[in-house]
């Protein structure tokens, strides 16, 4: 039921969908349907048009009825294409398999021999093969078919080769399994997928193969007909009686279309990745839905965050992922947001400037204020100008958000001249100057880098750079320590503390690190189950944790040179936010919760240190 739901939310796949079903329920039917023989002839009444008497299609140049052949004839064609399909799909599948597993000389003779013939144009390959073979609707079934075999070969071989490294098959090997054993249970079931989807777009092709062969008489003969063929024998009489050959064409049409449209739904509903959200391409800017309930300007900072609230809606279920957040940053001061995986730090984030992908996610409340203007107001061309000119942002992985294939000073020209007209002497000093700014050494070769040219540290100090190309007032850096080493780690660090008081930034440190907390930030918000639970400067989060959350949190961080105090660890899991429980997120871990924490709202309250909890660890002013 989920690949049907997933199939039928792309509509143009529901449309091939119901095409293709409408015309295999015809074909199916087609023998116990009161029609006339499609080979029988009557000269008498050869070229009657659609919808003469006792021939709703009209009759061809032999006067067979049109309506009878075109049923029959699709008949043939669909079961050409589809066994043709399952012929290449199953032994082009199986030589990409064993090439992909075995590697080596193996793989190479048999890739160069895919190779010997996707070198060849496919129909002229076809057409040798049905000169070999002789005309006939079977040849040119084996012809379609074995030139679609390099096609699958060469796919699956790529999908092989990315799996056969990985650990679970060194797993199977260390269990003793054999070669084909491996293949069958454990390859197999991998790529399978990627057959289906295949053999799911390469249908219509096929068919559309075989008709041409049997548009040139290569295919069936006289008298069986196939769409092809009877393209074939109407094409003299395009001029004097065009609904001959229009007909079948407009059934090949549908028929590949159809199938194509098909096939795309289901290469999309079988993507893993695409089960969270919907099929279609995300908008340029988050979903906005918040009713009229906005919170009136309270004039906190530079970047202020009143009561937002983002969810994602996938299906009947709806994730709160930030669930009333309120947060502020001051020119030159750094805030520093904490929790577990999952607690909502991200995605209060992105939702900053619209970046959490809609669909599946919605903004459902509250309001995002930079200088006092409302963001989440903002037309999509004004909030583009925003990004990375104003609010900026430094990711958590930057081989995986700098570009692959463009050098890093071309993707830091790039982030300069989409808000700013510069001359390309005056982006190549300025690049050079941001490298310069991060302490990146020999800054002018470094420009001609490619991101894997750089190590992990260099390439982060990179995004840094990326993120100070236009000056900006705010930086949202997203745990952009986490997959780094300490050293690096430290100098990373101190090159953003240097930097904020220096040019006088904003800084949203999103992290799970007590440590970098402790180092950089000014003030602390704790998060968990997309709410806010304490927050405060850091001195008072960390010499006087209220919430037994931030407690057990700072708990579980060694302590260094002391060595007596026992690293604790939370129990249980972080809370489904798509099924919250009532009054406090943490109750089901708290070793304090009482039938009141789970009973009703709980407020976040107090002055400069603020709680949201009935039992502290600390009472707060």
């Known amino acids: 039921m989920t690949f049907l739901k997933l199939l039928f939310r792309n509509r143009l796949a529901a449309l091939g969908a119901v095409v293709l079903g409408i015309i295999l329920l015809l074909v199916i039917v087609t023998p116990i349907l009161p029609l006339q023989d499609p080979d029988v002839t009557n000269t008498a009444d050869r070229f009657m048009t659609p919808f003469s008497d006792g021939h709703l299609l009209g009759t061809d140049h032999l006067g067979r009825d049109l309506l009878s052949r075109l049923l029959y004839g699709t008949r043939v064609s669909l079961a050409v294409g589809i066994f043709a399909a399952l012929i290449a799909g199953t032994i082009g599948s199986a030589i990409g398999i064993v090439a992909g597993y075995f590697g080596g000389r193996t793989d190479n003779i048999i890739m160069r021999g895919v190779d010997m013939l996707m070198a060849f144009p496919y129909i002229l390959l076809a057409l040798a093969i049905v000169a070999a073979l002789g005309p006939g609707l079977f040849n040119a079934l084996i012809a379609v078919a074995a030139v679609n075999i390099p096609f699958f070969a060469r796919n699956i071989r790529g999908v092989t080769v990315s799996l056969a490294g990985r650990e679970f098959i060194d797993a199977a090997r260390l269990a003793g399994m054999g070669h084909t054993r491996i293949i069958l249970t454990e390859l197999l079931p991998n790529v399978l997928s ?75 509903a079988l993507d893993p990745r695409l089960r969270s959200g919907a099929l279609t391409r995300p908008r340029a800017q988050t979903l906005v839905n918040r009713g009229g309930d906005v919170p009136a300007d309270d004039r906190k900072g530079i970047l202020n965050l009143q009561r937002l609230s983002t969810q994602f809606h996938i299906g009947p279920r709806i994730y709160k992922a930030v669930n009333e957040v309120s947060l502020y940053v001051n020119p030159g001061e750094c805030l520093g947001v904490i929790g577990e995986s999952g607690s909502g730090k991200s995605v209060t984030a992105l939702s900053v400037m619209g970046l959490v992908p809609s669909p599946p996610g919605v903004v ?85 880098n490619y991101p894997h040219e750089m190590s992990g540290g260099m390439r982060q100090r990179v995004g840094i750079a990326m993120a100070l190309a236009n000056d900006p007032e705010v930086i949202i850096a997203d745990e952009p320590t986490t997959a780094l080493d300490v050293t690096v780690q430290a100098q990373i660090l101190s090159l953003l503390d240097d930097l904020r008081r220096e040019r006088g930034l904003a800084i949203v440190f999103i992290t799970h690190d007590f440590g970098v907390v402790a180092q950089l930030c000014d003030r602390v918000a704790v998060m968990y189950g997309g709410r806010i639970v304490e927050e405060g400067t850091t001195a008072d989060i960390l010499d006087k944790p209220a919430h037994p959350y931030t407690a057990r949190l700072m708990a579980c961080v060694p302590e260094l040179g002391g060595g007596k105090r026992e690293l604790a660890a939370i129990p249980g899991l972080p809370p489904i936010v798509s099924d919250l429980p009532p009054g406090c997120a943490f109750a089901p871990r708290c070793d304090k919760a009482t039938e009141a924490c789970t009973q009703g709202e709980i407020a976040l309250e107090g002055g400069t240190h603020k709680v949201r909890c009935i039992h502290p660890e600390e009472e707060v002013a």
Do not use: C
């Open 194 to 268: 990627t057959i289906v989807i295949a053999m799911s777009t390469t249908v219509g092709w096929m068919i559309l193969e075989t008709a041409g062969l049997s548009f040139l008489g290569l295919g069936s003969q006289p008298p069986q007909a196939d769409l092809g063929s009877m393209l074939g024998e109407a094409r003299s009489q395009l001029i004097t009686d065009p609904h001959t050959s229009i007909i079948p064409g407009i059934m090949i049409f549908l028929i590949v279309m159809s199938i194509n449209l098909l096939g795309d739904g289901v290469r999309d």
């Open 364 to 448: 459902t409340g509250g309001a995002v204020r930079y200088e006092g203007e409302d963001l989440l107001d903002m037309p999509f061309e004004r909030l583009r100008q925003k990004r990375g000119d104003n609010v900026a942002y430094i990711f958590q992985d930057p081989l995986s958000t700098l570009h692959p294939l463009y050098r890093v000073g071309d993707q830091l020209k790039e982030a300069i001249s989409v808000h700013h007209k510069v001359s390309d002497k005056e982006l190549d000093r300025r690049a050079i100057e941001l490298l310069k700014s991060v302490r990146i050494p020999n800054p002018e070769s470094r420009i001609r």
